[in-house]
């Protein structure tokens, strides 16, 4: 059991690019999201999905794209990288329990930098 | 909106020493409240989940209550070691999405 598994671990681009962060899990869980971590302001939520084949914005979503075509996996999409867009990402997985509990489980996190 | 802050931001201590961390929420809607730690460079790890209906939960030395109607949590770390040396970040939120502190970093040293 793998848990969340994110891909690549470290990434550097130039502005404008594009590319694609990967993110799977292998717990069956409904739930899965994106955060970005930047120094001083914790983490932010960018997208999130509460199953296949539906998503919806976080707090910080321009920039960014999802689409959710497995239970397994969440990609997010960098359109055009920008400088303000380097931060540490991280997905994280969740799936409700027995008594409406829940527990979320993070990915390792990819640092990207954009200069 | 639901806004979290965690107190203090950092916190030195010898080994050995009891201590608390707090986290205060804004909205007692919550549906559950976590709490993280992690270490420099790397990702999240659970340490503990309190449920909307409980008070506490505990692991080991570490305990963590939680009081909905005045919007605090609380996480005790009994016998401070060194290894406990990282961030400590509390989230709350729904089953898909979580806000976060900004964390407290917290240096326990021999």
């Known amino acids: 059991n793998a848990g969340v598994t994110q891909t690549p671990k470290f990434q550097v681009l130039k502005t404008g690019q594009s590319m694609t962060l990967q993110c799977a899990q292998d717990m069956n869980h409904e739930y899965m999201s994106w955060y970005r971590q930047d120094p001083g302001m914790g983490l932010r939520l960018i997208h999130y999905?509460?199953?296949?084949?539906?998503?919806d914005q976080g707090e910080v979503p321009n920039g960014y794209n999802v689409s959710r075509s497995t239970t397994e996996d969440f990609p997010l999409r960098l359109l055009s990288a920008a400088p303000s867009q380097t931060s540490v990402y991280f997905c994280?997985?969740?799936?409700?329990?027995?008594?409406?509990?829940?527990?979320?489980?993070f990915g390792p996190g990819t640092r990207l930098t954009v200069t | 909106k639901q806004e979290v802050t965690q107190i203090p931001a950092a916190l030195s201590v010898p080994e050995g020493e009891n201590l608390v961390l707090n986290c205060s929420f804004t909205d007692s809607a919550i549906y559950n409240l976590q709490w993280f730690r992690q270490d420099p460079g790397k990702g999240l790890t659970s340490l503990l989940l309190?449920?909307?209906?409980?008070r506490e939960q505990t692991s080991g030395r570490l305990n963590a209550s939680l009081d909905k109607s005045s919007g605090r949590s609380t996480l005790y770390i009994a016998a401070s070691q060194p290894g406990d040396s990282a961030t400590y970040l509390c989230?709350?939120?729904?089953?898909?999405?979580?806000?976060f502190g900004t964390g407290t970093r917290l240096q326990v040293f021999p």
């Open positions: 999905s509460v199953g296949a084949g539906i998503t």
């Open positions: 309190i449920q909307s209906s409980q």
């Open positions: 994280a997985s969740s799936s409700l329990l027995a008594g409406s509990s829940y527990e979320q489980y």
């Open positions: 989230a709350v939120g729904d089953p898909d999405k979580l806000i």
